[in-house]
């Protein structure tokens, strides 16, 4: 009689007492986002703004490449402009009336000392038949009037180029100096602009300090990892969980979880992600208080297929690091005592002997 009832009590306490089904393990804690700071351009680093554990925005200015190469050549090509824009206004305004008349007056004297300077020709020319004057200085008169007729050439093609004004071709052809010299600034502009080297992402320094100090003067190529920047206001973290219970997690269960460094602390989360492949790691094991665990490494397993449950955890405080180790809970929703014994069993019944039929 007493064993009937003791039989009844534990077949009631089996059908109606229920519990909540609990898959735990160990997990990989990693930052929401990690993000790589390099710079566009190679150079020598100069100045470094950030120190492990500050905290950046997006575009935070995180360090400094010599510029003074690009300076110079942008301060040589602001005067190349200049100089180019001042030639095209005296090309577009043409000749001043003043620079007309001084052409002129420039025509006059020079034919006035070719017409001085033939006279004298023929006038040596005939001392020089007289024997009045010497070779030499029949010479000298000889070549003041190839001279004197060089300059009034000189003067009358002077005094024709202002009447005619400035061509087109040469307009159009300083326009394209100027754009030419405009490009080559926006280019120096954009260099100068890469020399800021800045965060991609907002977040916190994780580089450490040393590191960061060591920059100073280094050399560094385009692409060159120089810091890493973390979003640590909320981390995540990474279970392997087996393919025998993933069938148990769902999106938006409760998650718990003791990281190794704060035992006395439990911080709590929610599932974000299931993963949609199936792949080799650490499996769970079902107890018989209804809680699913994973085995400690080394230990043995009856199965190595997984699926990885994403959990996001807040963490303003920053309490939570990247690469911190502990123990993870997921909530997985009351079931009963039955039920938890023999979910394993009833697997391996309804899957592997419905394979011998």
Known sequence: ?????????????????????????????????????????GGTIEEVFVDEGDSVRAGGLIARLSDR?????????????????????????????????????????????HTFAEKNLERDTQLLQEQLISRKDYETSKQAVVESESDLAEAKNRLQVLLAGSRSEEIEAAKAGIARLETQRRYIE???????????????????SRELKELIGKVVKEGDLIAKVHELKTVELETPVSEKDIADVKLGQKVALK????????????????????????????????????????AASTSARTVLVTTRIANENRLLKPGMTGMVKIFCGDRSILDLVTRRLARTIKVEFWSWW
């Open 1 to 41: 009689m007493i064993l009937a009832l003791w039989l009844g009590i534990a077949l009631l306490v089996l059908f109606f007492v229920r519990m909540e089904l609990r898959i735990s393990g160990p997990f990989t804690l990693q930052p929401i986002q990690n993000a790589d700071v390099r710079p566009e351009v």
């Open 190 to 208: 954009e260099q100068l602009d890469h020399t800021k080297v800045t965060s991609p992402a907002a977040g916190v320094v994780v580089t450490p």
């Open 69 to 113: 190469d690009n300076r110079t050549a942008l301060l040589r090509t602001e005067a190349d402009i200049a100089q180019m824009q001042a030639q095209l206004s005296l090309l577009q305004a043409g000749p001043r009336p003043e620079d007309i008349e001084l052409a002129r007056l420039g025509v006059t004297r020079a034919e006035e000392r």
């Open 259 to 298: 990281v190794r460094a704060y035992p006395e602390q439990t911080f709590y989360g929610t599932v974000t992600s299931i993963g949609t492949a199936v792949q080799s790691g650490a499996t769970t094991q079902t107890t018989a208080s209804g809680t699913s665990t994973f085995p400690a490494p080394g």
